[in-house]
């Protein structure tokens, strides 16, 4: 059984070898039919010439071509050979190294990152894709790990509560009645929630949410989002003011989406402003679309957690937020769904103890046609 070349180097030498062995061969052959017929037709128009010196000038030019191609085979073959070391050294060393990343990668070591060789730009490509490959396979893993830790986290409090409820009915201790069955209804609420928040959030950042848009108008979404929010926010306290500029142009937008969107949002700012605060809903035109904002009167936000309001668990004060009911999904929810529409999504605020404002941004509808239409809804 022939055993054939598995290296690089290996290969790159037996392809060369194969093109000057052709090479050779075509000039032989080239020579030994082309040649000789061409000598003697020099030689007669030379005239004639003893025998002797006819055989003597014949041998010449077969020795001379024999040499010549000889010499051509064996500098071409060592030119082929450091050729073929140069190239295998060169080619080899990134291919091996992405290689050797890649089994990393394998293993779940993400961190690994690749080096350009600077031997053109399709290796360049490779390399840069490999790493980039690599950079969101690491931020993925990161997520699910937090994402892990934090649904535990949400996770413990109301089984533990619901765990040690149980334990007292079985133990005597306590007697089901009215309020222990509001304390497991409520608790068995919250993990519904965070069961319906973190299949909303994963549906819409894979782009699968089955979006409905349609042109709706904006005074519609505030005033259906504030009627349904007004008892909660009365049973704390709160105050809330909805807003809505004159002759708003429609959204091309989902209403039931959307609605679920601003809900969030007053949710949100509900959690965060104590009694006798204020919490105003308004909406006015943004260049060519449309804009909510959410305005309270609440605690505030520092300025280096508002780039992360919008992820996923994130929270700027985590005892704060778990004790106030929130999931840490809410604000996720928002930004995707915006972002499926084809808006944007921001926060802003001064600094603790000086409220905060999430504004969100639609296209808005020109003439029955939208003018900008979602580029990331797709249907399931």
Known sequence: MSHRPSGLAARLFLAQVL?????????????????????????????????AAADHVEQAYTSA????????????????????????????????????????????HYAVRVPAPDLGDEFNTLTGAFNQMAGRLEAVEATRRQMLADLGHEMRTPLATMEAYLEAAEDGVSVPDEDVIQVMRTQTSRLRR?????????????????????????????????????????????????????RLPDVFADP????????????????????????????????????FRVTDTGEGIAADHLPHLFER?????????????????????????????????????????????????LPAVIGHEERHRPQRIRER
């Open 256 to 291: 039931e989406r959307i609605g679920q969107v601003l809900t969030n949002l007053l949710e949100n700012a509900l959690r965060h402003t104590p009694p006798g605060g204020h919490v105003t809903l308004e909406a006015g035109v943004s260049g060519h679309g449309v804009r």
């Open 19 to 51: 093109v000057v062995l052709t090479g050779t061969v075509t000039i032989g052959l080239v020579a030994a039919v082309a040649g000789p017929p061409l000598f003697h037709e020099h030689m007669r128009r030379a005239g004639p010439m003893p025998a």
């Open 194 to 246: 965070l069961a319906e928040d973190i299949s909303a959030v994963s549906q819409a950042e894979e782009n699968q949410f089955d979006l409905r848009p349609e042109p709706v108008s904006p005074g519609e979404l505030v005033r259906a989002s504030v009627t349904a929010a007004r008892p909660r926010y009365a049973a704390k306290d709160v105050t809330l003011h909805d807003r809505v500029a004159p």
């Open 313 to 361: 668990f994130y929270r700027a004060d985590n005892a704060r937020d778990r004790s106030h009911g929130g999931s840490g999904i809410g604000l996720a929810i928002v930004r995707a769904v915006v972002t499926a529409h084809g808006g944007q999504a921001a926060a802003a605020s001064a600094g603790p103890g000086s409220g905060a404002t999430f504004t969100i941004t």
């Open 65 to 108: 071509s024999a040499v010549s191609l000889g010499v051509a085979l064996v500098a071409a073959l060592a030119a082929a050979l450091a050729a073929s070391a140069y190239l295998a050294r060169r080619v080899a060393q990134p291919v091996a190294a992405v290689a050797a990343a890649a089994a990393d990668v394998a293993d779940g």
